[in-house]
C-alpha cells in the first residue's frame, strides 16, 4: 500500500502544483466566489464516482440542471472535463493498487463508448431540447435504479471474477451497449458506465467488485474523449464550464480516488442504498421542476423503457441468476 500511496500523492502533488499556478497566473481565484456551490457539490460528486459504476456527473447534472438552473449543454461538458481528473485519478489508484478489473470488457466496451460518443454528438446532442434533455437524464436514471436494485437486493446469483469466453455474437452484443452507452454520454456525460455495468452484472454475473473499478476506467477513457471532442473539435466548451473545472480540480483528484479506495472496506449493498434514493430523489425532483407536458412525459417513458431494455431483456439469456 506504501508504494501505491507514494506514486499516486506524486501524480496528485504535480497536478495540485500546475493548477495552482495557473490560478495564480490567470488570477481566477475570484472564481471561487460565485462557483463555490459547485466546489461543494463535487466532494460528493467525486466520492461517488469512485466509490461506484456510476461518474461523477450522475451527481454534477441533475444537481446543475435542476437545483442551480444551469443550461443541460454546460452541466455535461462540465461532466466531460470534471470526470476526465476525478475519474481518471480514481482510474490511476485503481491500476496503482492492482484492483482487480475486466479487461475484454474494458476493451469492447471502451471500443464501443468511442463510437457511441462520437456518434452522438454529431447526430443527438443537435437535436435534443434542454428539458428533454433533463428528464433524458432522471428516466434513464431510474431505469438503472431499478437495475441496480435487483442486483442487490432481490437476485440470487453466483457471481464470477471474470466474463466466460465470448462468442462473436456476444462481443458484438457488448459493443453494441457500449455503443448506446457512449451515446447517453454525449448528450447527458455520462452513461457508458451505468449501462455497460448493468449489463455485465445482471448477463453474466460478474463481480460489482470486478465490474465497478472496471466501469470507473471506462467513464475516465469516455469523458477524455468527450472532452477533448468538446474542446478541441467542435469548440462548443463553454467558459462557463472552464470556470466549473477550475474550483473543482482540487476536490475531484482526491475524492474520486478516496472512493475507489472506500469501496474496498464497505458493503455494495451500503454504496447501492445510497445511490438507489438519490436517483428516485432526482426523478421526484425533476418532475416538481419541469412540471413536463404529455409529450415530455411520453419521451420520458421511452427513455426508461429503453435503459429497462438494455438493463433486462437483453440480458434474459443469463445464466447467473443461480443461488449463490
Known amino acids: 500500500m506504501k508504494r501505491p500511496l507514494l506514486y499516486f500523492s506524486c501524480f496528485a502533488a504535480i497536478v495540485l502544483i500546475l493548477w495552482i499556478l495557473y490560478m495564480f497566473q490567470t488570477d481566477s481565484w475570484i472564481l471561487f466566489k460565485d462557483n463555490w456551490f459547485m466546489t461543494v457539490t463535487m466532494v460528493v460528486g467525486s466520492f461517488i464516482a469512485g ?11 441533475p444537481a446543475m440542471t435542476l437545483l442551480f438552473n444551469i443550461e443541460p449543454d454546460v452541466a455535461r461538458n462540465f461532466s466531460f472535463a470534471i470526470q476526465s481528473f476525478g475519474m481518471t485519478f480514481a482510474a490511476i489508484w485503481i491500476f496503482l493498487s492492482k484492483i482487480e478489473i475486466e479487461k475484454n470488457y474494458l476493451i469492447l466496451a471502451g471500443f464501443g463508448g468511442f463510437i457511441g460518443i ?3 454528438s454529431y447526430t443527438i446532442v443537435p437535436l435534443i431540447k434542454p428539458d428533454y434533455a433533463k428528464m433524458m437524464f432522471v ?3 431510474l431505469s438503472f435504479g431499478i437495475a441496480l436494485w435487483i442486483v442487490n437486493f432481490i437476485s440470487k446469483r453466483k457471481s464470477v471474477r471474470r ?6 455474437g456476444q462481443k458484438i452484443e457488448l459493443l453494441a451497449v457500449g455503443i448506446i452507452g457512449g451515446m447517453f454520454s454525449s448528450v447527458l456525460g ?9 449489463y455485465v452484472v445482471l448477463k453474466y454475473g460478474l463481480s460489482e467488485k470486478v465490474a465497478t473499478p472496471t466501469s470507473v476506467i471506462l467513464m475516465a477513457s469516455n469523458a477524455i474523449i468527450g472532452f ?3 474542446l478541441f473539435v467542435l469548440d462548443t466548451m463553454q467558459p462557463e464550464a472552464i470556470n466549473y473545472l477550475l474550483v473543482c480540480i482540487p476536490v475531484v483528484i482526491f475524492g474520486a480516488p478516496l472512493g475507489a479506495f472506500v469501496i474496498t472496506l464497505i458493503g455494495r449493498k451500503t454504496i447501492a442504498s445510497i445511490l438507489i434514493s438519490i436517483i428516485v430523489i432526482q426523478f ?3 418532475l416538481y421542476v419541469i412540471r413536463p407536458g404529455s409529450e415530455l412525459l411520453l419521451f420520458s417513458s421511452f427513455i426508461f423503457s429503453v435503459g429497462l ?7 434474459r439469456k443469463n445464466g447467473a441468476h443461480v443461488n449463490s
Open 228 to 230: 477533448m471532442l468538446h
Open 118 to 120: 462520437i456518434l452522438g
Open 163 to 168: 466474463l466466460p469466453v465470448l462468442t462473436n
Open 284 to 286: 421526484f425532483t425533476a
Open 51 to 61: 466509490a461506484s459504476s456510476e461518474g461523477g456527473g450522475a451527481i454534477a447534472y
Open 190 to 198: 455520462n452513461g457508458i458506465d451505468i449501462c455497460t455495468f448493468s
Open 139 to 141: 428516466s434513464f436514471w
Open 309 to 315: 431494455l438494455i438493463f433486462f431483456v437483453l440480458t
